[in-house]
Protein backbone atom coordinates (compact mmCIF):
# COMPACT_ATOMS: atom_id res chain seq x y z
CA UNK A 1 0.00 0.00 0.00
CA UNK A 2 1.24 3.43 -0.67
CA UNK A 3 1.77 5.84 2.18
CA UNK A 4 -1.31 7.58 0.78
CA UNK A 5 -3.10 4.24 1.32
CA UNK A 6 -2.09 3.85 4.82
CA UNK A 7 -3.00 7.41 6.15
CA UNK A 8 -6.38 7.29 4.59
CA UNK A 9 -6.26 4.09 6.41
CA UNK A 10 -5.41 5.22 9.49
CA UNK A 11 -7.70 7.83 9.64
CA UNK A 12 -10.11 6.25 8.75
CA UNK A 13 -9.79 4.08 11.69
CA UNK A 14 -8.95 6.96 14.01
CA UNK A 15 -12.56 8.67 13.29
CA UNK A 16 -14.15 5.25 14.06
CA UNK A 17 -12.55 4.62 16.99
CA UNK A 18 -12.08 7.81 18.00
CA UNK A 19 -15.56 8.35 19.64
CA UNK A 20 -16.23 4.35 20.18
CA UNK A 21 -13.80 4.70 22.70
CA UNK A 22 -13.95 7.86 24.01
CA UNK A 23 -11.17 8.86 22.80
CA UNK A 24 -8.99 6.02 24.67
CA UNK A 25 -7.83 4.26 21.30
CA UNK A 26 -4.04 5.40 20.10
CA UNK A 27 -4.21 4.74 16.73
CA UNK A 28 -1.47 5.11 14.47
CA UNK A 29 0.37 3.70 11.21
CA UNK A 30 2.54 0.79 12.08
CA UNK A 31 4.49 -1.04 9.34
CA UNK A 32 2.30 -0.13 6.68
CA UNK A 33 -0.83 -1.42 8.64
CA UNK A 34 -3.36 0.73 11.08
CA UNK A 35 -2.24 -0.53 14.63
CA UNK A 36 -4.94 0.56 17.10
CA UNK A 37 -4.07 -0.27 20.95
CA UNK A 38 -7.22 0.14 23.15
CA UNK A 39 -7.69 -0.08 27.03
CA UNK A 40 -8.92 -3.62 28.01
CA UNK A 41 -12.03 -1.70 29.41
CA UNK A 42 -12.78 -0.68 25.48
CA UNK A 43 -11.95 -3.64 23.86
CA UNK A 44 -15.33 -4.68 23.18
CA UNK A 45 -16.32 -1.48 21.74
CA UNK A 46 -13.23 -1.07 19.50
CA UNK A 47 -13.83 -4.40 17.61
CA UNK A 48 -17.69 -3.47 17.66
CA UNK A 49 -16.70 -0.02 16.31
CA UNK A 50 -14.26 -1.83 13.47
CA UNK A 51 -16.37 -4.41 12.69
CA UNK A 52 -19.87 -2.11 12.19
CA UNK A 53 -18.48 0.84 11.13
CA UNK A 54 -15.38 0.08 8.76
CA UNK A 55 -16.33 -2.93 7.88
CA UNK A 56 -13.97 -5.11 9.21
CA UNK A 57 -16.13 -8.34 9.37
CA UNK A 58 -13.34 -11.12 8.92
CA UNK A 59 -11.87 -11.80 12.24
CA UNK A 60 -7.89 -13.44 11.41
CA UNK A 61 -5.95 -14.47 14.78
CA UNK A 62 -6.29 -13.13 18.23
CA UNK A 63 -3.21 -14.04 20.39
CA UNK A 64 -1.30 -12.83 23.32
CA UNK A 65 2.41 -11.96 24.02
CA UNK A 66 4.15 -12.09 27.63
CA UNK A 67 5.85 -9.08 28.53
CA UNK A 68 6.47 -10.30 31.84
CA UNK A 69 6.10 -7.70 34.61
CA UNK A 70 4.06 -5.25 31.59
CA UNK A 71 1.17 -7.87 32.12
CA UNK A 72 0.50 -9.99 28.74
CA UNK A 73 -0.38 -8.01 25.77
CA UNK A 74 -3.46 -9.08 23.37
CA UNK A 75 -3.37 -8.27 19.88
CA UNK A 76 -6.16 -9.23 17.43
CA UNK A 77 -6.28 -8.65 13.37
CA UNK A 78 -9.68 -8.15 12.01
CA UNK A 79 -10.00 -7.15 7.92
CA UNK A 80 -12.22 -6.66 5.45
CA UNK A 81 -13.33 -9.47 3.22
CA UNK A 82 -14.64 -6.68 0.34
CA UNK A 83 -15.06 -3.04 -0.34
CA UNK A 84 -17.43 -0.70 1.28
CA UNK A 85 -17.65 3.33 0.78
CA UNK A 86 -16.41 5.40 3.40
CA UNK A 87 -14.79 2.45 5.45
CA UNK A 88 -12.03 -0.28 4.50
CA UNK A 89 -11.37 -1.52 1.32
CA UNK A 90 -11.28 -5.17 0.30
CA UNK A 91 -7.88 -6.90 2.23
CA UNK A 92 -7.39 -4.08 4.10
CA UNK A 93 -7.19 -4.68 8.18
CA UNK A 94 -6.95 -3.08 11.68
CA UNK A 95 -4.34 -4.37 14.16
CA UNK A 96 -5.92 -3.86 17.82
CA UNK A 97 -3.78 -4.37 20.56
CA UNK A 98 -4.60 -3.91 24.26
CA UNK A 99 -2.52 -5.15 27.44
CA UNK A 100 -3.57 -6.75 30.80
CA UNK A 101 -2.11 -6.99 33.99
CA UNK A 102 -0.35 -10.08 34.82
CA UNK A 103 -2.08 -10.24 38.32
CA UNK A 104 -5.15 -10.13 37.13
CA UNK A 105 -4.99 -11.21 33.45
CA UNK A 106 -9.00 -11.15 32.31
CA UNK A 107 -10.21 -9.46 29.12
CA UNK A 108 -14.29 -9.73 28.22
CA UNK A 109 -14.66 -12.03 25.19
CA UNK A 110 -14.78 -10.96 21.86
CA UNK A 111 -16.78 -13.99 20.95
CA UNK A 112 -19.59 -11.17 21.41
CA UNK A 113 -18.39 -9.67 18.36
CA UNK A 114 -16.70 -12.28 16.44
CA UNK A 115 -17.98 -15.77 16.94
CA UNK A 116 -14.51 -16.82 14.94
CA UNK A 117 -12.65 -15.92 18.22
CA UNK A 118 -14.02 -18.80 20.01
CA UNK A 119 -10.87 -20.79 19.58
CA UNK A 120 -8.62 -18.07 19.43
CA UNK A 121 -9.83 -17.11 22.85
CA UNK A 122 -9.29 -20.78 24.09
CA UNK A 123 -5.86 -21.60 23.02
CA UNK A 124 -4.66 -17.79 24.47
CA UNK A 125 -6.20 -19.12 27.30
CA UNK A 126 -4.47 -22.10 27.78
CA UNK A 127 -1.18 -21.17 26.01
CA UNK A 128 -0.74 -18.05 28.41
CA UNK A 129 -3.55 -18.65 31.24
CA UNK A 130 -5.30 -15.57 30.30
CA UNK A 131 -8.79 -15.53 31.08
CA UNK A 132 -11.81 -14.28 28.67
CA UNK A 133 -14.70 -13.20 30.76
CA UNK A 134 -17.90 -14.69 29.28
CA UNK A 135 -16.67 -17.21 26.84
CA UNK A 136 -19.11 -19.61 25.94
CA UNK A 137 -16.92 -22.94 26.47
CA UNK A 138 -13.59 -21.96 27.92
CA UNK A 139 -11.61 -25.04 28.17
CA UNK A 140 -8.46 -26.22 26.80
CA UNK A 141 -8.20 -26.43 22.91
CA UNK A 142 -4.89 -27.99 21.83
CA UNK A 143 -3.21 -29.56 25.19
CA UNK A 144 -3.79 -33.03 26.10
CA UNK A 145 -6.20 -33.64 29.32
CA UNK A 146 -4.67 -32.98 32.28
CA UNK A 147 -1.88 -30.83 31.21
CA UNK A 148 -1.04 -28.45 34.27
CA UNK A 149 0.62 -24.80 33.49
CA UNK A 150 0.57 -22.11 31.05
CA UNK A 151 3.74 -23.17 28.43
CA UNK A 152 3.89 -19.96 26.49
CA UNK A 153 4.21 -18.23 29.63
CA UNK A 154 8.05 -17.05 30.43
CA UNK A 155 8.42 -18.63 33.74
CA UNK A 156 7.11 -22.23 31.86
CA UNK A 157 9.99 -24.26 32.76
CA UNK A 158 10.64 -26.47 30.30
CA UNK A 159 11.65 -29.71 31.85
CA UNK A 160 13.71 -31.86 28.92
CA UNK A 161 16.11 -28.32 29.44
CA UNK A 162 16.50 -28.59 32.86
CA UNK A 163 17.76 -32.41 33.04
CA UNK A 164 19.54 -32.05 29.72
CA UNK A 165 22.04 -29.09 28.81
CA UNK A 166 21.83 -27.79 25.35
CA UNK A 167 23.64 -29.57 22.65
CA UNK A 168 26.27 -28.27 20.83
CA UNK A 169 28.02 -24.65 21.15
CA UNK A 170 25.74 -21.91 22.36
CA UNK A 171 28.93 -19.33 22.41
CA UNK A 172 32.13 -18.70 20.65
CA UNK A 173 34.80 -20.30 22.34
CA UNK A 174 32.65 -22.92 23.70
CA UNK A 175 32.37 -25.10 20.51
CA UNK A 176 36.06 -27.74 19.30
CA UNK A 177 37.22 -25.34 16.41
CA UNK A 178 37.45 -22.35 18.99
CA UNK A 179 39.21 -25.01 22.03
CA UNK A 180 42.71 -23.10 23.36
CA UNK A 181 41.77 -19.63 21.64
CA UNK A 182 40.32 -16.75 23.98
CA UNK A 183 36.62 -16.58 23.98
CA UNK A 184 35.45 -12.61 22.30
CA UNK A 185 34.30 -10.74 25.08
CA UNK A 186 30.77 -10.27 24.72
CA UNK A 187 27.43 -10.75 26.32
CA UNK A 188 26.99 -14.61 27.30
CA UNK A 189 24.04 -16.01 26.48
CA UNK A 190 21.28 -17.67 28.78
CA UNK A 191 20.28 -20.85 28.11
CA UNK A 192 17.67 -20.95 25.76
CA UNK A 193 14.37 -21.54 27.70
CA UNK A 194 15.30 -22.19 31.06
CA UNK A 195 14.41 -19.04 32.90
CA UNK A 196 16.72 -17.52 35.28
CA UNK A 197 16.92 -15.28 38.20
CA UNK A 198 17.56 -12.39 35.59
CA UNK A 199 14.14 -13.23 33.80
CA UNK A 200 12.38 -12.49 36.20
CA UNK A 201 13.71 -9.46 37.45
CA UNK A 202 12.03 -6.31 37.14
CA UNK A 203 13.16 -4.17 33.97
CA UNK A 204 14.18 -0.87 34.28
CA UNK A 205 11.59 1.98 33.93
CA UNK A 206 10.96 2.88 30.13
CA UNK A 207 9.80 6.49 29.94
CA UNK A 208 6.02 6.69 29.74
CA UNK A 209 5.42 3.31 30.87
CA UNK A 210 4.77 4.62 34.34
CA UNK A 211 1.94 7.03 33.69
CA UNK A 212 -0.47 3.80 33.33
CA UNK A 213 -2.91 3.79 30.65
CA UNK A 214 -2.10 1.37 27.79
CA UNK A 215 1.74 1.79 26.36
CA UNK A 216 2.49 -0.49 23.23
CA UNK B 1 15.46 -56.79 25.44
CA UNK B 2 14.88 -59.33 27.44
CA UNK B 3 17.48 -61.73 27.67
CA UNK B 4 17.44 -64.72 30.50
CA UNK B 5 21.02 -64.73 31.20
CA UNK B 6 21.66 -68.72 31.78
CA UNK B 7 17.91 -69.84 31.36
CA UNK B 8 18.75 -71.19 27.94
CA UNK B 9 15.40 -73.18 27.51
CA UNK B 10 13.65 -69.92 27.48
CA UNK B 11 13.08 -68.51 24.00
CA UNK B 12 14.46 -65.05 23.86
CA UNK B 13 11.35 -63.29 22.25
CA UNK B 14 8.63 -65.61 24.02
CA UNK B 15 8.57 -66.36 27.28
CA UNK B 16 11.38 -63.23 28.36
CA UNK B 17 8.92 -60.08 28.81
CA UNK B 18 5.94 -61.77 29.95
CA UNK B 19 8.03 -63.41 32.59
CA UNK B 20 10.38 -61.04 33.81
CA UNK B 21 8.53 -57.36 33.13
CA UNK B 22 5.49 -57.47 35.23
CA UNK B 23 5.03 -53.71 33.42
CA UNK B 24 6.77 -50.50 32.71
CA UNK B 25 8.04 -50.26 36.17
CA UNK B 26 10.25 -53.60 36.54
CA UNK B 27 13.27 -51.67 36.88
CA UNK B 28 15.29 -54.60 35.70
CA UNK B 29 19.17 -54.11 35.79
CA UNK B 30 18.69 -50.68 36.94
CA UNK B 31 16.78 -51.80 40.22
CA UNK B 32 19.21 -54.62 40.52
CA UNK B 33 22.11 -52.53 40.56
CA UNK B 34 20.77 -50.13 43.10
CA UNK B 35 20.05 -47.59 40.20
CA UNK B 36 17.30 -45.39 39.83
CA UNK B 37 14.90 -46.62 37.29
CA UNK B 38 14.94 -43.43 35.48
CA UNK B 39 11.93 -44.56 32.81
CA UNK B 40 13.61 -43.72 29.52
CA UNK B 41 12.25 -45.77 26.58
CA UNK B 42 13.79 -48.84 26.31
CA UNK B 43 15.41 -50.66 23.34
CA UNK B 44 13.25 -53.67 22.26
CA UNK B 45 10.31 -55.66 22.08
CA UNK B 46 8.13 -58.05 23.99
CA UNK B 47 7.17 -61.21 23.11
CA UNK B 48 5.45 -61.69 19.61
CA UNK B 49 2.09 -63.36 19.71
CA UNK B 50 2.06 -66.11 16.71
CA UNK B 51 -0.76 -68.44 18.02
CA UNK B 52 -0.24 -71.99 19.13
CA UNK B 53 0.05 -73.66 15.85
CA UNK B 54 3.74 -71.50 14.94
CA UNK B 55 5.05 -72.54 18.55
CA UNK B 56 4.15 -75.85 17.73
CA UNK B 57 5.24 -76.06 14.19
CA UNK B 58 8.80 -77.58 13.46
CA UNK B 59 11.61 -75.23 12.58
CA UNK B 60 11.37 -75.73 8.52
CA UNK B 61 7.65 -74.98 8.55
CA UNK B 62 8.45 -71.73 10.97
CA UNK B 63 11.48 -70.51 8.29
CA UNK B 64 8.60 -71.11 5.17
CA UNK B 65 5.60 -69.06 7.44
CA UNK B 66 8.18 -66.50 8.58
CA UNK B 67 9.37 -66.40 4.56
CA UNK B 68 5.55 -65.66 4.05
CA UNK B 69 4.96 -63.16 6.45
CA UNK B 70 8.23 -61.39 5.75
CA UNK B 71 6.99 -60.22 2.14
CA UNK B 72 3.44 -59.35 2.29
CA UNK B 73 3.80 -56.81 5.13
CA UNK B 74 0.52 -54.86 5.11
CA UNK B 75 1.85 -51.50 6.00
CA UNK B 76 -0.02 -48.60 7.79
CA UNK B 77 1.69 -45.68 7.84
CA UNK B 78 0.96 -43.24 10.99
CA UNK B 79 2.06 -39.98 8.92
CA UNK B 80 2.30 -37.39 11.43
CA UNK B 81 4.57 -34.66 9.94
CA UNK B 82 7.32 -34.14 6.64
CA UNK B 83 8.76 -37.98 7.69
CA UNK B 84 5.33 -39.25 6.10
CA UNK B 85 6.08 -37.43 2.87
CA UNK B 86 9.36 -39.18 2.88
CA UNK B 87 7.40 -42.96 3.67
CA UNK B 88 5.54 -41.78 0.50
CA UNK B 89 8.55 -41.16 -1.74
CA UNK B 90 9.10 -44.70 -0.65
CA UNK B 91 5.93 -45.91 -1.68
CA UNK B 92 6.39 -44.84 -4.78
CA UNK B 93 7.70 -45.61 -8.49
CA UNK B 94 11.16 -44.53 -7.96
CA UNK B 95 11.81 -45.77 -4.66
CA UNK B 96 8.49 -48.67 -4.97
CA UNK B 97 8.67 -50.53 -1.53
CA UNK B 98 6.27 -52.61 -3.18
CA UNK B 99 8.68 -54.72 -4.81
CA UNK B 100 9.95 -55.77 -1.05
CA UNK B 101 6.38 -56.52 -0.48
CA UNK B 102 5.40 -53.81 1.73
CA UNK B 103 1.52 -52.84 0.91
CA UNK B 104 0.78 -49.68 1.44
CA UNK B 105 -3.27 -50.28 0.75
CA UNK B 106 -4.30 -51.59 4.19
CA UNK B 107 -7.72 -50.27 4.73
CA UNK B 108 -7.16 -49.82 8.72
CA UNK B 109 -4.72 -50.78 11.07
CA UNK B 110 -6.80 -53.67 11.53
CA UNK B 111 -5.88 -55.26 8.21
CA UNK B 112 -2.28 -54.46 8.62
CA UNK B 113 0.73 -56.18 9.99
CA UNK B 114 3.19 -53.30 9.91
CA UNK B 115 3.35 -49.38 11.36
CA UNK B 116 5.56 -46.74 10.08
CA UNK B 117 5.04 -44.08 12.77
CA UNK B 118 6.39 -40.95 10.65
CA UNK B 119 6.57 -37.83 12.22
CA UNK B 120 5.99 -35.90 15.23
CA UNK B 121 4.35 -37.58 17.48
CA UNK B 122 2.35 -34.89 20.55
CA UNK B 123 1.49 -36.28 23.93
CA UNK B 124 -2.23 -35.80 22.63
CA UNK B 125 -1.51 -38.24 19.96
CA UNK B 126 0.43 -40.88 21.67
CA UNK B 127 -3.03 -42.27 23.11
CA UNK B 128 -4.34 -43.01 19.59
CA UNK B 129 -1.06 -44.24 18.16
CA UNK B 130 -1.50 -46.76 20.97
CA UNK B 131 -4.99 -46.99 20.32
CA UNK B 132 -4.43 -47.72 16.43
CA UNK B 133 -1.60 -50.07 17.52
CA UNK B 134 -3.69 -52.42 19.98
CA UNK B 135 -5.86 -52.94 16.98
CA UNK B 136 -3.62 -54.16 14.94
CA UNK B 137 -3.72 -58.22 14.83
CA UNK B 138 -0.71 -60.25 15.95
CA UNK B 139 2.01 -60.58 14.73
CA UNK B 140 2.48 -57.14 14.31
CA UNK B 141 6.09 -54.48 13.36
CA UNK B 142 6.40 -51.12 14.07
CA UNK B 143 9.29 -49.08 12.65
CA UNK B 144 9.78 -45.65 14.05
CA UNK B 145 10.94 -43.31 11.22
CA UNK B 146 12.75 -40.24 11.65
CA UNK B 147 14.24 -38.39 14.38
CA UNK B 148 11.10 -36.65 16.25
CA UNK B 149 9.42 -40.72 16.30
CA UNK B 150 12.85 -41.96 17.48
CA UNK B 151 13.18 -39.60 20.67
CA UNK B 152 11.75 -36.19 19.88
CA UNK B 153 14.17 -35.13 17.34
CA UNK B 154 14.44 -31.05 17.24
CA UNK B 155 11.24 -31.14 19.41
CA UNK B 156 13.45 -32.71 22.44
CA UNK B 157 12.83 -29.60 24.42
CA UNK B 158 9.08 -29.06 24.02
CA UNK B 159 6.19 -29.34 26.50
CA UNK B 160 4.31 -30.95 23.64
CA UNK B 161 6.32 -33.34 21.84
CA UNK B 162 6.65 -37.37 22.99
CA UNK B 163 10.17 -37.60 23.52
CA UNK B 164 10.19 -41.18 21.03
CA UNK B 165 7.47 -43.40 20.43
CA UNK B 166 9.02 -46.12 22.06
CA UNK B 167 7.57 -44.43 25.02
CA UNK B 168 4.11 -45.77 24.13
CA UNK B 169 4.82 -48.93 21.88
CA UNK B 170 7.56 -51.23 21.48
CA UNK B 171 9.38 -50.23 18.58
CA UNK B 172 10.93 -52.87 16.10
CA UNK B 173 13.25 -50.74 14.13
CA UNK B 174 14.48 -47.28 14.24
CA UNK B 175 15.14 -45.41 11.71
CA UNK B 176 17.31 -42.05 12.22
CA UNK B 177 17.15 -39.07 9.89
CA UNK B 178 15.50 -35.72 9.86
CA UNK B 179 13.56 -36.55 7.57
CA UNK B 180 15.28 -39.99 6.61
CA UNK B 181 15.54 -40.71 2.69
CA UNK B 182 13.25 -43.07 1.55
CA UNK B 183 16.40 -45.03 0.74
CA UNK B 184 16.61 -45.34 4.82
CA UNK B 185 13.52 -46.77 4.77
CA UNK B 186 13.96 -49.45 2.50
CA UNK B 187 17.10 -50.34 4.77
CA UNK B 188 14.59 -50.52 7.80
CA UNK B 189 12.31 -52.16 6.12
CA UNK B 190 14.74 -55.11 4.89
CA UNK B 191 16.49 -55.20 8.27
CA UNK B 192 12.89 -56.02 9.72
CA UNK B 193 12.24 -58.34 7.12
CA UNK B 194 15.25 -59.99 8.14
CA UNK B 195 14.64 -59.95 11.71
CA UNK B 196 11.12 -61.49 10.74
CA UNK B 197 12.96 -63.92 8.69
CA UNK B 198 14.66 -65.18 12.25
CA UNK B 199 11.66 -65.46 14.59
CA UNK B 200 11.34 -68.48 16.18
CA UNK B 201 14.23 -70.32 14.76
CA UNK B 202 16.81 -69.53 17.45
CA UNK B 203 18.99 -68.03 14.55
CA UNK B 204 20.44 -64.35 15.08
CA UNK B 205 19.87 -63.83 10.61
CA UNK B 206 22.13 -61.31 9.85
CA UNK B 207 21.18 -58.67 12.13
CA UNK B 208 24.07 -57.25 14.31
CA UNK B 209 23.40 -57.66 18.32
CA UNK B 210 22.29 -54.31 20.29
CA UNK B 211 24.91 -54.54 23.54
CA UNK B 212 23.58 -56.55 26.25
CA UNK B 213 24.64 -53.93 28.17
CA UNK B 214 22.92 -51.58 26.40
CA UNK B 215 19.59 -53.27 26.74
CA UNK B 216 20.19 -54.33 30.38
CA UNK B 217 20.86 -51.22 31.39
CA UNK B 218 17.73 -49.18 30.53
CA UNK B 219 15.68 -51.60 33.01
CA UNK B 220 15.77 -55.07 31.07
CA UNK B 221 12.69 -55.02 29.11
CA UNK B 222 10.12 -53.12 27.07
CA UNK B 223 8.62 -49.81 28.62
CA UNK B 224 5.24 -50.54 26.82
CA UNK B 225 3.27 -53.49 28.59
CA UNK B 226 4.62 -56.97 27.03
CA UNK B 227 2.55 -59.34 24.75
CA UNK B 228 0.94 -62.15 26.76
CA UNK B 229 2.30 -65.25 25.72
CA UNK B 230 -0.17 -67.55 24.51
CA UNK B 231 -1.83 -70.15 26.74
CA UNK B 232 0.00 -72.96 24.33
CA UNK B 233 3.11 -71.52 24.60
CA UNK B 234 2.66 -70.60 28.26
CA UNK B 235 1.94 -74.72 28.91
CA UNK B 236 4.28 -75.78 26.76
CA UNK B 237 7.14 -72.97 28.49
CA UNK B 238 6.05 -74.62 32.08
CA UNK B 239 6.26 -78.40 30.75
CA UNK B 240 9.54 -77.37 29.87
CA UNK B 241 10.89 -75.84 33.09
CA UNK B 242 9.56 -78.95 34.89
CA UNK B 243 11.57 -81.42 32.49
CA UNK B 244 14.53 -79.78 33.01
CA UNK B 245 14.49 -78.84 37.24
CA UNK B 246 13.66 -82.59 37.73
CA UNK B 247 15.01 -84.63 35.10
CA UNK B 248 18.04 -82.88 33.30
CA UNK B 249 21.15 -81.48 34.58
CA UNK B 250 22.53 -80.22 31.27
CA UNK B 251 20.18 -77.87 29.84
CA UNK B 252 21.85 -78.51 26.66
CA UNK B 253 20.46 -82.05 26.28
CA UNK B 254 16.94 -82.37 26.70
CA UNK B 255 15.48 -85.97 27.55
CA UNK B 256 15.36 -88.01 24.46
CA UNK B 257 11.69 -88.35 23.47
CA UNK B 258 10.76 -84.82 25.61
CA UNK B 259 8.43 -82.96 23.51
CA UNK B 260 10.47 -79.99 23.07
CA UNK B 261 8.87 -77.42 20.42
CA UNK B 262 11.47 -76.28 18.56
CA UNK B 263 10.68 -72.50 19.81
CA UNK B 264 11.84 -73.56 22.92
CA UNK B 265 14.67 -75.96 22.33
CA UNK B 266 17.84 -75.52 23.96
CA UNK B 267 19.63 -73.11 21.89
CA UNK B 268 22.80 -73.22 20.48
CA UNK B 269 25.51 -73.62 22.71
CA UNK B 270 28.90 -72.16 22.06
CA UNK B 271 32.38 -72.45 23.89
CA UNK B 272 33.42 -68.41 24.66
CA UNK B 273 36.23 -68.15 22.59
CA UNK B 274 34.42 -69.19 19.01
CA UNK B 275 32.18 -65.81 19.80
CA UNK B 276 34.75 -63.05 19.41
CA UNK B 277 32.12 -60.89 17.64
CA UNK B 278 30.22 -61.05 20.00
CA UNK B 279 31.63 -60.34 23.21
CA UNK B 280 28.33 -58.86 24.77
CA UNK B 281 26.73 -62.45 24.50
CA UNK B 282 29.77 -63.66 26.27
CA UNK B 283 29.91 -61.23 28.57
CA UNK B 284 25.71 -62.65 29.80
CA UNK B 285 26.92 -64.41 32.37
CA UNK B 286 28.39 -61.64 34.37
CA UNK B 287 26.32 -59.18 33.63
CA UNK B 288 24.80 -58.45 37.13
CA UNK B 289 28.49 -56.81 38.14
CA UNK B 290 29.83 -54.94 35.27
CA UNK B 291 27.17 -54.57 32.73
CA UNK B 292 25.39 -51.56 33.87
CA UNK B 293 28.20 -49.44 32.06
CA UNK B 294 25.59 -47.36 30.41
CA UNK B 295 23.52 -46.80 33.69
CA UNK B 296 25.89 -43.66 34.39
CA UNK B 297 25.82 -42.42 31.19
CA UNK B 298 24.18 -39.94 29.28
CA UNK B 299 20.71 -40.66 27.76
CA UNK B 300 20.98 -42.88 24.88
CA UNK B 301 19.34 -42.31 21.65
CA UNK B 302 18.72 -43.63 18.33
CA UNK B 303 20.66 -40.96 16.64
CA UNK B 304 24.24 -41.55 17.79
CA UNK B 305 24.43 -45.45 17.45
CA UNK B 306 26.21 -45.92 21.03
CA UNK B 307 28.22 -48.69 21.54
CA UNK B 308 28.58 -49.90 25.13
CA UNK B 309 32.01 -51.35 26.15
CA UNK B 310 31.31 -54.61 28.05
CA UNK B 311 34.29 -55.71 30.40
CA UNK B 312 34.82 -59.20 29.45
CA UNK B 313 38.09 -61.08 31.70
CA UNK B 314 39.79 -62.91 29.48
CA UNK B 315 39.10 -66.69 29.71
CA UNK B 316 41.40 -69.26 30.65
CA UNK B 317 42.20 -71.67 28.16
CA UNK B 318 40.78 -74.22 30.32
CA UNK B 319 37.67 -72.38 30.84
CA UNK B 320 37.07 -71.37 27.26
CA UNK B 321 37.46 -75.61 27.07
CA UNK B 322 34.45 -76.01 29.79
CA UNK B 323 32.37 -72.81 29.90
CA UNK B 324 29.87 -72.63 27.45
CA UNK B 325 27.51 -69.87 26.67
CA UNK B 326 23.93 -69.43 24.88
CA UNK B 327 24.18 -67.84 22.01
CA UNK B 328 21.27 -65.51 21.98
CA UNK B 329 18.74 -66.25 19.09
CA UNK B 330 17.90 -62.71 18.45
CA UNK B 331 18.21 -59.41 18.93
CA UNK B 332 14.86 -57.79 18.49
CA UNK B 333 16.01 -53.75 17.59
CA UNK B 334 18.49 -52.91 15.54
CA UNK B 335 19.77 -49.48 14.78
CA UNK B 336 20.84 -48.14 11.25
CA UNK B 337 23.59 -46.49 10.36
CA UNK B 338 23.57 -43.80 8.11
CA UNK B 339 23.08 -44.29 4.56
CA UNK B 340 25.26 -42.29 1.95
CA UNK B 341 23.60 -41.59 -0.97
CA UNK B 342 25.38 -40.55 -4.07
CA UNK B 343 25.28 -37.18 -5.80
CA UNK B 344 27.33 -37.24 -8.22
CA UNK B 345 24.52 -37.89 -10.84
CA UNK B 346 22.70 -34.78 -9.17
CA UNK B 347 25.66 -32.41 -9.89
CA UNK B 348 26.37 -33.82 -13.22
CA UNK B 349 22.79 -32.67 -13.82
CA UNK B 350 23.42 -29.45 -12.15
CA UNK B 351 26.30 -28.76 -14.04
CA UNK B 352 25.33 -29.63 -17.54
CA UNK B 353 22.33 -27.36 -16.76
CA UNK B 354 24.67 -24.63 -15.48
CA UNK B 355 26.70 -24.95 -18.89
CA UNK B 356 23.68 -24.58 -21.11
CA UNK B 357 22.57 -21.55 -19.43
CA UNK B 358 25.62 -20.09 -20.43
CA UNK B 359 25.72 -21.27 -23.85
CA UNK B 360 22.51 -19.71 -23.78
CA UNK B 361 23.54 -16.10 -22.59
CA UNK B 362 26.88 -16.16 -24.62
CA UNK B 363 24.19 -16.74 -27.60
CA UNK B 364 22.46 -13.69 -26.69
CA UNK B 365 25.36 -11.74 -26.01
CA UNK B 366 26.77 -12.41 -29.14
CA UNK B 367 23.28 -11.73 -30.69
CA UNK B 368 23.02 -8.95 -29.18
CA UNK B 369 26.97 -7.69 -30.07
CA UNK B 370 25.99 -8.40 -33.88
CA UNK B 371 23.23 -6.23 -33.20
CA UNK B 372 25.02 -2.99 -31.89
CA UNK B 373 27.13 -4.17 -35.31
CA UNK B 374 24.39 -3.74 -37.53
CA UNK B 375 23.43 0.06 -35.90
CA UNK B 376 26.59 1.24 -36.22
Redesign the interface.
Given at each position: MSPEVVRTLVEAVARALGPATGGAADVRENFGQALAVVPPDQWINALTAVRDELGATFFDWLTAVDELEEGYGIAAFVCAPADRDGALRRGQGVLLKTKVPRERAELPTATTVYRGANWHERETFEMFGVVFTGHPDLKPL???DG?EGH?LRKE?V?A??VV?SWPGAKEPGESDHDRGRAAPGRRRMLPP?VPGEEWLKPLPQRPGAAEGGVEH | MAVNEGKALVPAGAGAGAETHGGRSAGGAAASTGGIALGMPLVGAPARGFGTGFDLAPKPMKVVLNWGRKYSLWVFNFGLACCAIEFIAASMARHDFIRLGVIPFAPGPRQADLMVVSGTV???MAPAVKRLYEQMPEPKYVISFGACANC?GPY?????VT?GIDQVIPVDVYVPGCPPRPEALLQGIIRLQEKIAAEGTGSTGSLRRVPDALAGAEGGGPRAEPRAMTSGARALKSRWQRLRTSAQPDPAAPAPGAIVPAETAPLETAPVAAVPVEPAAAATTQRKGTGSAADSGP?LTTLDAPTVEVSRPEPSPAEALTVEVPVVPLSPTEVLPKIKVPRRHYFRELRRARDHGLSLFDKAAHDQQWEYDDES
Open positions: LLPFPFLSRKG | SDKGWDSYAKP
